[in-house]
């Protein structure tokens, strides 16, 4: 993954790795500390996904309103802070998901 992110651009690099590695990987171990299978455990993190949806067409709606900036690296700024904010309850329910579980 290092060899194909380094050829990358920055964005391009990062999807890669949050979906292959990151999210995988955090998947698999949901999956094995709530002894669950694919289908089940994706029905409980529905909410939290059409959640998400719900947040970034908000963003985007504030967006197409005026409400936020158009130039690009001020949109990409905006994202990135989109995205701190929507991760900080996902590192606070994981930590204490692998405290409990002990993987």
């Given at each position: 993954?290092?060899?194909?992110?380094?050829?990358?651009?920055?964005?391009?690099?990062?999807?890669?790795?949050?979906?292959?590695?990151?999210?995988?990987?955090?998947?698999?171990?949901?999956?094995?500390?709530?002894?669950?299978?694919?289908?089940?455990?994706?029905?409980?993190?529905?909410?939290f996904?059409?959640?998400?949806?719900?947040?970034?067409?908000?963003?985007?709606?504030?967006?197409?309103?005026?409400?936020?900036?158009r130039?690009s690296?001020?949109?990409?700024?905006?994202?990135?802070?989109?995205?701190?904010?929507?991760?900080?309850?996902?590192?606070?329910?994981?930590?204490?998901?692998?405290?409990?579980?002990?993987?």
């Amino acid at each position: 993954m290092l060899i194909i992110g380094i050829q990358l651009p920055l964005l391009s690099a990062f999807g890669l790795y949050f979906i292959g590695q990151h999210s995988l990987n955090g998947w698999s171990h949901l999956k094995q500390g709530m002894q669950s299978e694919n289908k089940p455990l994706f029905v409980k993190a529905l909410p939290f996904t059409l959640g998400a949806a719900l947040l970034l067409g908000l963003v985007l709606c504030m967006s197409h309103a005026g409400m936020l900036p158009r130039k690009s690296k001020q949109w990409l700024s905006v994202f990135f802070v989109f995205l701190a904010c929507l991760s900080m309850p996902i590192v606070w329910a994981m930590q204490r998901f692998y405290l409990r579980i002990k993987l």
